[in-house]
């Protein structure tokens, strides 16, 4: 095997690397960034690409992040229910959010926890009612949690938003 050799200099530029290295490891990393909304997704067996698809008020699932769409909320929780596996299929229902108040509208069913989900694009500024299931959950003005936050108790709905929140959320949290 071969020995490797540093020359001086460039043995001094390795060790400040790892004393910059140690220094920059000493301040607090900044979260990691939510997760993307899926660049694509399924309807009716096909795939589509995922702002196509949410665009079109359909009732969707993201699951394990994956994107699947259904022509209604009965049909996305039953879906739902048989696609999640493991600990997702044991915290259902999901946290569910809606374009419009009362319930209507498009949706999307979010199962994954924890962690922040970013809404998709033209999904942004768009809630307007929401259902927490069997998690609690939090919105969030901004995407990956910034701005302000509203917190969604376990097991709530809500058929309208609260005083400056319509159309507001760009990101959710599953607890
Ligand atoms: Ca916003």
Known sequence: MRRLRFPAAGLAAALS??????????TPAPPPDAAPFPSVGTYEDRAFP???????????????SRLSCHDSQKQADAAGAAESVGALASCSPPLTVWMASGFTGASLNYYDYPGWQNLPTSWRNEVSSWRSG?????????????????GLPAGDTASTMPAGWDNRADAIYRY
């Open 17 to 26: 690397a790892i004393l910059a290295t140690s220094a920059l490891s000493a």
């Open 50 to 64: 995922a702002e196509e698809l949410v665009t079109r008020g359909l009732a969707c699932n993201v699951i394990a």
């Open 134 to 150: 069997c998690r609690a959950g939090r919105l969030s003005d901004y995407v990956n949690g910034g701005g302000n936050s509203i």
